[in-house]
T-cell receptor, first 114, second 116 residues
Framework: GESVGLHLPTLSVQEGDNSIINCAYS??????FIWYKQESGKGPQFIID?????DKRQGQRVTVLLNKTVKHLSLQIAATQPGDSAVYFC?????????????FGQGTILTVHP | GAGVSQSPSNKVTEKGKDVELRCDPI?????LYWYRQSLGQGLEFLIY????????KSGLPSDRFSAERTGGSVSTLTIQRTQQEDSAVYLC??????????????FGAGSRLTVL
């Protein structure tokens, strides 16, 4: 999983650059993965999801890549904007009865400089 | 309302007191979840309600924690005899339920609990 401890990984980029946020997930049986964005004082907001039978999925300005061999998930944000500054969480689901019962990583802080 | 509503937004209590946190899910969402987020940490699953089925309580950390969902809508998370380690943001989410794609969670802004 993501780094353990009180210090979250951080990523600083310039406005207009592309950002890549990485996540190592824990369970090889997980079959559903999601990225969430959390701004200060708000609840997490859904960005994009992917099922384990896919290795890539694209949304608006975002792409999620899944590498099941090494249990790695990444979120790519194109043309990053200051409004993208937030904490980004990956989450995995082990399947079963609920696809909303998720295990979250600890998050990565993205800071976008104008 | 248009989103998931939680109250109170902030709660400060003394160790040993009981607290109740409320969640109003999005109308029509059959699935409701409670998560906990400690300072600088990711979210930790607590409990899940789906329709009239028995709730999945597998994430509740102790028997001091309980939750109800009345009439398939509003939910209350109760923490009895609060301890300092219960201090966290408690997040509620709801979804349409079912398969991925129809089960995207919409989170509320959370209730920040501080136990002195």
């Amino acid at each position: 999983g993501e780094s353990v401890g009180l210090h979250l990984p951080t990523l600083s980029v310039q406005e207009g650059d592309n950002s890549i946020i990485n996540c190592a997930y824990s369970n090889s049986a997980s079959d559903y993965f999601i990225w969430y964005k959390q701004e200060s004082g708000k609840g997490p907001q859904f960005i994009i999801d992917i099922r384990s039978n896919m290795d890539k999925r694209q949304g608006q300005r975002v792409t999620v890549l899944l590498n099941k061999t090494v249990k790695h998930l990444s979120l790519q944000i194109a043309a990053t904007q200051p409004g993208d500054s937030a904490v980004y969480f990956c989450a995995e689901n082990f399947g079963g009865t609920s696809y909303g019962k998720l295990t979250f990583g600890q998050g990565t802080i993205l800071t976008v400089h104008p | 309302g248009a989103g998931v509503s939680q109250s109170p937004s902030n709660k400060v209590t003394e160790k040993g007191k009981d607290v109740e946190l409320r969640c109003d899910p999005i109308s029509g969402h059959t699935a409701l979840y409670w998560y906990r987020q400690s300072l600088g940490q990711g979210l930790e699953f607590l409990i899940y309600f789906q329709g009239n089925s028995a709730p999945d309580k597998s994430g509740l950390p102790s028997d001091r924690f309980s939750a109800e969902r009345t009439g398939g809508s509003v939910s209350t998370l109760t923490i009895q005899r609060t301890q300092q380690e219960d201090s966290a943001v408690y997040l509620c989410a709801s979804s349409l339920g079912g398969q991925p794609g129809a089960n995207v969670l919409t989170f509320g802004a959370g209730s920040r609990l501080t136990v002195l």
